[in-house]
């Protein structure tokens, strides 16, 4: 594959197999894109390199919905084209820079099917009973933001109840505005409780517990 039609930069491409290349059950990548527009297209190629290189990977492509802020949207499902599930697990905009790491990681959570949370995370995740909404801020150039996305994918992707949306602040300039963000990553639950960096998931479900 040449530099023109591969989105990876050799580094990561070489590094791809070791993480893609055995995923123990299927991930089925929606993208909601116009592709006339630059993001969503290179978004929809992201997830078509994936799915033409490893077998456990499939995408498809929709129409951009009414329903959301910000595009590209790519949903991170369990499963295959014939019958996927919806695990909430979603990236909002282009996941370019460092956050190309949470873009795998997610595809990780998903086919692990969270497993790597801790034991203990999960215990009390299984008792959750109310909707919870995560929204990761970061962006291109920060580093850190993959260490509080990976753990809040595996969240998603254990309970029911919970929704996480990472999303590129320097793509969408508006969700800094919004929530007076000042250092990243910046992580919001149900559009109330603020967590700025990185904190462990004892940390989180804290948090958690304090929005609901």
Same mark, same amino acid.
């Given at each position: 594959m040449n530099e023109t039609t591969n989105p990876f930069d050799s580094e990561t491409w070489a590094q791809l197999p070791a993480l893609l290349d055995h995923l123990p059950e299927p991930v089925h990548l929606v993208v909601w894109a116009d592709e006339t527009f630059p993001h969503d297209a290179e978004a929809v190629r992201l997830c078509r390199v994936l799915a033409a290189h490893f077998d456990g990977i499939s995408t498809q492509t929709l129409p951009r919905r009414v329903n959301y802020d910000y595009w590209p949207v790519l949903g991170i499902m369990h499963g295959t084209p014939e019958g996927y599930?919806? #695990?909430? #697990? =979603?990236? !909002?905009?282009?996941?370019?820079?460092?956050?190309? %790491?949470?873009?795998?990681? *997610?595809?990780? +959570?998903?086919?692990? =099917?969270?497993? %790597?949370? &801790? *034991?203990?995370? $999960?215990?009390?995740?299984s008792k959750l009973q109310k909707e919870v909404r995560v929204e990761v801020i970061t962006a291109a150039d920060n580093e850190a933001g993959a260490l509080m996305a990976q753990p809040l994918f595996n969240m998603a992707v254990v309970s029911p109840h919970v929704r996480v949306f990472m999303i590129? *602040?320097?793509?969408?300039?508006? !969700?800094?505005? =919004?929530?007076?963000?000042?250092?990243?990553? @910046?992580?919001? #639950?149900?559009? =109330?409780? @603020? /967590? &700025?960096?990185?904190?462990? &998931?004892? &940390? /989180?479900?804290?948090? /958690? +517990? $304090? +929005? /609901?």
């Amino acid at each position: 594959m040449n530099e023109t039609t591969n989105p990876f930069d050799s580094e990561t491409w070489a590094q791809l197999p070791a993480l893609l290349d055995h995923l123990p059950e299927p991930v089925h990548l929606v993208v909601w894109a116009d592709e006339t527009f630059p993001h969503d297209a290179e978004a929809v190629r992201l997830c078509r390199v994936l799915a033409a290189h490893f077998d456990g990977i499939s995408t498809q492509t929709l129409p951009r919905r009414v329903n959301y802020d910000y595009w590209p949207v790519l949903g991170i499902m369990h499963g295959t084209p014939e019958g996927y599930k919806d #695990v909430g #697990v =979603r990236l !909002i905009g282009l996941p370019n820079g460092y956050p190309m %790491t949470s873009f795998i990681a *997610a595809v990780q +959570a998903v086919s692990f =099917r969270g497993m %790597t949370s &801790e *034991a203990l995370t $999960r215990i009390q995740l299984s008792k959750l009973q109310k909707e919870v909404r995560v929204e990761v801020i970061t962006a291109a150039d920060n580093e850190a933001g993959a260490l509080m996305a990976q753990p809040l994918f595996n969240m998603a992707v254990v309970s029911p109840h919970v929704r996480v949306f990472m999303i590129m *602040a320097d793509q969408f300039p508006v !969700i800094v505005e =919004r929530y007076s963000v000042n250092y990243l990553p @910046h992580t919001v #639950v149900n559009g =109330r409780v @603020h /967590i &700025e960096g990185v904190v462990n &998931e004892k &940390e /989180i479900l804290q948090h /958690i +517990a $304090r +929005a /609901i």
